[in-house]
T-cell receptor, first 112, second 112 residues
Framework: ELKVEQNPLFLSMQEGKNYTIYCNYS?????LYWYRQDPGKSLESLFV?????AVKQEGRLMASLDTKARLSTLHITAAVHDLSATYFC????????????FGKGTHLIIQP | DTAVSQTPKYLVTQMGNDKSIKCEQN?????MYWYKQDSKKFLKIMFS???????INETVPNRFSPKSPDKAHLNLHINSLELGDSAVYFC???????????FGNGTRLTVT
């Protein structure tokens, strides 16, 4: 059974700081996704990582994938309050037929 | 135009009742899903439906049944509702393998 572990699960940080969220998964996969969820809202796709070494950047967020280590990271640079949300990583190990397996999410609070 | 739409947004009902949640997508996707998000925000796949093939998460009670009248619709029927069914249910659609899933806005189900 595929397991996806994120850490930390809760993160409070100050504006202007940098931090990294980690996502480890237990079985072979080269398809990993990052989503953002605001309170009471739906999930918004942030990044799609489809190969070893893939790196994607959007604004202050950068995601990477190391399939050999079964590890993805989401790096936040110079955080701003608007990035406060819950971030999920999700892994597809069976070609989509079984959907995505999600991590438990990282609840990120960025203090002004 | 909303890509993935769910109705109702909120559903409050008593134990033992039967209820349905509707989902429609206008993205032309082949595969649709139902996810359950519990009070701790943990997301778990319940069903995926692709070209009339239904894949069921074995942990889902048989009181839950998806019904798909056509490729653009996947409804969720729940019989004999229990307190533990209270959660947010998300419908999603996508092309497996390379693209992220698109999620609906969720249906918050409260069983009293």
């Amino acid at each position: 059974e595929l397991k996806v572990e994120q850490n930390p699960l809760f993160l409070s940080m100050q504006e202007g700081k940098n931090y990294t969220i980690y996502c480890n998964y237990s079985t072979t996969s080269d398809r990993l996704y990052w989503y953002r969820q605001d309170p009471g809202k739906s999930l918004e796709s942030l990044f799609v990582l489809l190969s070893n070494g893939a790196v994607k950047q959007e604004g202050r967020l950068m995601a990477s994938l190391d399939t050999k280590a079964r590890l993805s990271t989401l790096h936040i640079t110079a955080a701003v309050h608007d990035l406060s949300a819950t971030y999920f990583c999700a892994v597809d190990s069976k070609g989509g037929a079984d959907g995505l397996t999600f991590g438990k999410g990282t609840h990120l609070i960025i203090q002004p | 135009d909303t890509a993935v739409s769910q109705t109702p947004k909120y559903l409050v009902t008593q134990m033992g009742n039967d209820k349905s949640i509707k989902c429609e997508q206008n993205l032309g996707h082949d595969t649709m899903y139902w996810y359950k998000q519990d009070s701790k925000k943990f997301l778990k796949i319940m069903f995926s439906y692709n070209n009339k093939e239904l894949i069921i998460n074995e942990t889902v009670p048989n009181r839950f049944s998806p019904k798909s009248p056509d490729k653009a619709h996947l409804n969720l029927h729940i019989n004999s509702l229990e307190l533990g069914d209270s959660a947010v249910y998300f419908c999603a659609s996508g092309y497996p393998y390379t693209a992220p899933l698109h999620f609906g806005n969720g249906t918050r189900l409260t069983v009293t």
